[in-house]
């Protein structure tokens, strides 16, 4: 059984294809620059080669055409026959209120997601593309869709209602959905299977930490909150993006700046957050050795971005009346334990006790890294969104 | 030990048929003022390569410098970032020899002509030396909204790929652009310059061929009434400005639109306009002329209705 | 050996007059002026008239304390008001462009009429000035924070203030040694966690929206969300502010008031968006609860104020509903104590909670006393 895993961008696709019955990855590849000048395709072999295809790209079906072609190529490939494909599953961003969960895409899942494109002007147009496209190519291949936020379609109303006029949610479906929710699920679940603990018995906090950051706080498998709002800007101090924000500054600076809806977006999602605080980076490695050479205002940023992460585990503890297991995923959750030990220090009042010496050797491996002794268990949990995706598409075609 | 390979990606089509040309790849401009520099800003923005033609190396280092000053104002205004920046500014390229635009699906004249009469010819001239250069699918087109493209196309061979495109003079977040086709425009054409333009995250507007389109139309006869309005003593020219912005709903009134436009261009669309009408209401305002005269040109001269200051901040 | 206590707002004047603050406070006289430009000049007239007055001659008056919104990063306690105050307030304006001219005119008033009775600032803003920087500071550019100086500043700072320090004399705790998360919550509201007598954190921003769901204030809402909505409305700047400060909050949400007590008795009527509205409010409080437990590494107090604060115990139940596993143990007894000082909590419980009623013009008048009476 083969499945093919599509990340479809406004310019780029990912790809994996994924031999389901080890987990194995036989072929995986990135492709940019679609429609524009200098596309190409770049993969990793495995055996460590990497090519890359340059070439004019005009569009996703075009794209999609290459990489099945590359695939089921003799020189490069690791396929004979595209028949061997079992299924595509999909990554979709947006599902507004219409997906809890990942579906099998037919006519009218391709309507009702052309319905969230309002929520999600800038993702879900590319990813209905991808799905268009391989409909072209291999008509009968079942496709799968797993939503970003499907996952906290759980959220109860008093998580996911805004204080705002209530018409504006009826109107235009303004409230929080959340996103990273593949990743918060996998890496709740894995956690729990790591620990051998009853995932829908547990009150778990997930932080994913990668460019882009979310919380979600888990209660007894489902999600109950999560830091991502309506839209991904909402929350964590992230690389370019500001997270939470008094809105009368965001109307004070448009006002003094004077600039319009358009600057103000690119301002907080593009020029704020670690980047905009300390002036060196958006990538925590940069700020970290900007630390190290004693750069102040890198600390700083270091120092806001812990302790935002720790305000937020505290919130979502009261949330849930305590919390059992923490978790620590993405880029940064996985790698820099410098965050963790920031997030999570003087957490003893709620039962965490860390092993801070353990923690300083873990680096994107599963692991425990609060003491045995600990009521509240904290754990390393590396993410892997295309095996969920993949995972979801398998058990959806296989009814 | 592991190996880095380069191929072409064309050998991997599923179906070995030759690919339709990707439109709108590169595109050519010729004259790299202000509105040159704007419009490739906009274009290159959306990765399109621009490559644009001026008159000797010192104007396309001075176009360059001018493009990278309005994307630093721009970051300052939060509107972009440095690698939005850099990708931009590695898309345009400047060349005096028309041979560089080979290639271009589209090229568009933008030159400053100051010499009222002889604008239409030097533009003629300019249009037959694109032909002789691109393909023959590829577009011409104007900017300038005064100049008639039916005109301007006359003597080509291929005269059905000419279109007049008007970006917005005064604001080139505008979301439209006005199309106008001449006597000779194909569909095809017109179609594929409404679907560059769509491209560009903007709304064709399509007009008729007609002096001043819509929009220039509209500019001149305002700035000339708020002139008389002020040359009567009726009002100042700050409450001129803020009761046509209120009461009309604008962003800007009329002396800082025309401050912001520029006068000497404000000058020549009402001469040509007056030329093509006979209208007295088109006709320029002395107060305009009178500055003109003295290159008090508005913001870019730092003075014109109001001054300015390096930044294009009004001081008084 | 009286002192007025004046808050000016941009439409109304509030007063108090104290008596006797050296033992035992004691208010003589209180009300609301609605008009401004004479307003003060009507006040003084009132407080000497034979009719409705308490004060035989003005020159009884020996000090006028006021309240002022904004003290910005120049004021992080109450000051005696100089010319040097003034040009500050003045300064701070440009952060509080509603609140802090009325202040003043407040101030230039009584310059006129009373120029030899010392004045006293006394800031909602101040007692938040310990606030740490990463608490401060938005994840935004920080050249934001140095050309406008765009920060956290909070509010209500008179009030966290008075109950966490009334709350430590009535628990037996030391204030500098105590870990205290205070609630205002009024038809403004915000809560603040105090560590060892500063102020750490504060729920409410630059400006009053942030935070809480309030009456008509949205409190926190992804920004990406608020520009989603300009752009759908096609609403400009200060329409969004009318937004966000005016139509949300607990009326925007449940279509009825902004008054807890009609939400209350709505929602005991089994009105949905009430009871939702109420969870919704009471949600925000509890996770600002734990992220500021999270902040002090555990609390010692929790204290409950302003209007609601001190009187719904309905909310209070819902908010305590769940936070038993930081040490706390909820007096049924107590629960349902309305307006006055209170335990919610058992003796025996490692956290306590409180009621404590707030007073800011007493606070104001004590700091006016003591800053007259010391210089």
């Known amino acids: 059984m083969k499945i093919l895993v599509l990340n479809c961008g406004s310019s780029s696709i990912k790809y994996q294809l994924f031999e389901m019955n080890d987990l194995s990855i036989l072929a995986k590849g990135t492709m940019e620059k679609i429609g524009l000048k200098g596309s190409f395709l770049k993969i990793e072999k495995p055996n460590g080669d990497k090519v890359v295809f340059e070439g004019e790209i005009i569009d996703h079906q075009a794209g999609i055409e290459y990489i099945l072609g590359v695939i089921s190529s003799e020189k490069h490939g690791c396929i004979a026959n595209l028949d061997e494909i079992n299924a595509v599953g999909h990554r979709v961003v947006h599902g507004g209120e219409l997906f809890n969960s990942s579906v099998l895409i037919t006519d009218a899942v391709i309507k009702a997601i052309e319905q969230t494109i309002e929520l999600a002007p800038l993702h879900n147009p590319p990813n209905l593309k991808g799905i268009q496209a391989v409909s072209s190519v291999m008509p009968k291949i079942p496709q799968v869709a797993v939503f970003d936020t499907a996952f906290h379609q759980t959220m109860p109303e008093h998580a996911y209602m805004y204080a705002l006029p209530y018409s504006l949610y009826t109107k235009y479906g303004v409230r929080r959905y959340g996103f990273h929710g593949t990743s918060h699920r996998f890496v709740s679940k894995q956690a729990c299977e790591f620990l051998g603990k009853d995932y829908n018995n547990q009150r778990i906090i997930t932080c994913h930490l990668g460019n882009g950051a979310s919380l979600a706080a888990i209660q007894n498998g489902e999600s109950v909150d999560t830091s991502m709002g309506l839209t991904p800007l909402e929350g964590l101090i992230m690389g370019t993006r500001s997270g939470d924000l008094d809105l009368g500054v965001l109307t004070y600076i448009m006002d003094k700046e004077e600039i319009g809806i358009n600057s103000a977006n690119t301002l907080l999602n593009k020029h704020s957050g670690m980047l905009g605080i300390s ?57 820099n334990d410098f965050v963790r030990a920031g997030a999570t220090e003087g957490l003893a009042f709620m039962g965490l006790e860390m092993d801070f010496d353990k923690n300083k050797t873990i680096k994107g491996t599963e692991a425990i890294i609060s003491k045995s002794n600990s009521k509240v268990t904290c754990v390393v949990i590396p993410t892997n969104e295309e095996l969920v995706i993949a995972q979801d598409t398998l058990i959806i075609v296989n009814g | 030990m592991a190996q880095n390979i380069v191929e072409p990606i064309e050998d991997y089509g599923l179906s070995k048929k030759s690919k339709p040309k990707s439109l709108f790849s590169k595109v050519g401009i010729i004259g790299f003022g202000t509105s040159g520099q704007a419009i490739a800003r906009i274009i290159s923005r959306q990765g399109i390569e621009v490559t644009f033609i001026e008159t000797d190396e010192k104007r396309i280092k001075a176009g360059l410098a001018g493009l990278e000053r309005d994307l630093d104002r721009i970051i300052g205004n939060w509107g972009l970032t440095e690698s ?63 100049s008639v493209i039916t005109e301007l196309s006359a003597e080509l061979e291929h005269k059905d790929r000419c279109v007049s495109l008007h970006f917005s003079t005064l604001s080139t977040e505008a979301r439209l652009v006005e199309v106008a086709r001449g006597l000779h425009t194909s569909d095809e054409a017109y179609d594929n310059t409404a679907k560059f333009i769509t491209m560009l995250g903007k709304t064709a507007i399509p007009v008729d061929e007609s002096p001043g389109l819509v929009t220039v139309r509209m500019f001149v006869p305002l700035i000339n009434e708020a002139c008389h309005i002020l040359m009567e003593g009726t009002a100042s020219m700050e409450d001129i400005d803020f009761a ?50 003295a290159n008090q040109l508005g913001r870019k001269t730092g003075k014109g209705f109001y001054t300015y200051d390096e930044n294009g901040k009004r001081i008084k | 050996m009286k002192v007025i206590v004046l808050n000016c707002g941009s439409s109304s004047i509030k007063y108090q007059l104290f008596n006797q603050l050296e033992n035992g406070e004691k208010v003589t006289i209180g009300g609301e002026i609605l008009d401004h430009a004479q307003g003060i000049e009507y006040l003084l007239g009132i407080l000497i008239s034979k009719k409705y007055g308490c004060v035989a001659n003005l020159n009884e008056i020996i000090a006028v304390g006021h309240r002022v919104a904004h003290g910005a990063e120049y004021f992080n306690d109450s000051v005696l008001i100089t010319k040097e105050v003034i040009a500050g307030i003045e300064k701070a304006a440009e952060l509080a462009p509603l609140h802090n001219p009325a202040n003043l005119a407040g101030i230039y008033s009584i310059n006129k009429l009373l120029p030899h009775v010392p004045q006293v600032a006394v800031f909602d803003t101040a007692f938040h000035q310990t606030i740490p920087p990463r608490a401060y500071l938005y994840g935004i550019p920080y050249s934001l924070y140095e050309k406008y100086k765009i920060r956290r500043y909070a509010f209500h700072g008179t009030s966290h203030k008075f109950v966490a320090k009334l709350a430590c004399e009535a628990a037996g705790l030391d204030f500098n040694n105590a870990k205290i998360i205070t609630c205002h919550l009024g038809n403004g509201a915000s809560v603040a966690a105090i560590k060892n007598g500063h102020s750490i954190d504060s729920s409410m921003g630059m400006t009053p929206v942030e935070g809480l769901v309030m009456g008509t204030r949205a409190g926190d809402l992804d920004a990406g969300a608020l520009l989603f909505i300009m752009q759908k409305e096609e609403i400009n700047i200060s329409v969004a502010n009318t937004l966000i400060n005016k139509h949300s909050g607990v009326l925007g949400l449940s279509g009825i008031s902004s008054d807890m007590r009609d939400l209350e008795n709505a929602s005991y009527e089994g009105n949905e968006r009430a009871i939702k509205t109420l969870d919704v409010y009471q949600y925000k409080i509890k996770k600002y609860i734990g992220s500021y437990m999270a902040a002090l590494g ?70 006016t006393y003591n800053i007259v009476s010391k210089g």
């Open chain 1, 279 to 335: 002036g060196v980076s958006s990538d925590m490695r940069e700020i970290s050795a900007a630390v190290a050479q004693g750069n102040k205002r890198a600390e700083l940023a270091y120092n806001m971005y812990n302790y935002r992460v720790k305000k937020y585990i505290g919130s979502y503890a009261a949330a849930m009346g305590g919390v059992d297991i923490i978790v620590f995923t993405g880029g940064i959750g996985e790698n």
């Open chain 2, 84 to 146: 939005d920046k850099r990708a931009i500014l590695s898309r345009v390229k400047g060349f005096t020899d028309y041979k560089k635009l080979e290639g271009c699906d589209l090229v568009l004249e933008a030159i400053l002509s100051n010499k009222r009469e002889s604008s239409v010819e030097d533009r003629k001239e300019i249009f037959k030396k694109i032909e002789a250069v691109v393909e023959p699918y590829a577009i011409i087109a104007t900017n300038s909204s005064t």
């Open chain 2, 244 to 293: 046509t912005k209120e009461s009309l709903s604008l962003a800007i009134g009329p002396f800082e639109m025309a401050d912001k436009i520029g006068l000497d261009r404000i000058f020549r669309w009402s001469e040509n306009l007056y030329r093509e009408f006979g209208d007295m209401h088109y006709k320029s305002s002395p107060l305009i002329k009178k500055r003109v005269r």
């Open chain 3, 298 to 367: 555990g609390v010692d107090l929790l204290i409950f104020t302003g209007g609601v604060g001190e009187n719904d115990s309905n909310l209070r139940k819902l908010v305590l509903n769940g936070l038993e596993f930081m040490g706390f143990e909820q007096n049924p007894e107590t629960a349902n104590t309305r307006g006055k000082i209170a335990f919610l909590s058992t003796p025996e419980s490692k956290v306590k909670v409180m009621i404590v009623p707030t007073n800011e013009e007493l606070v104001i008048a004590t700091d």
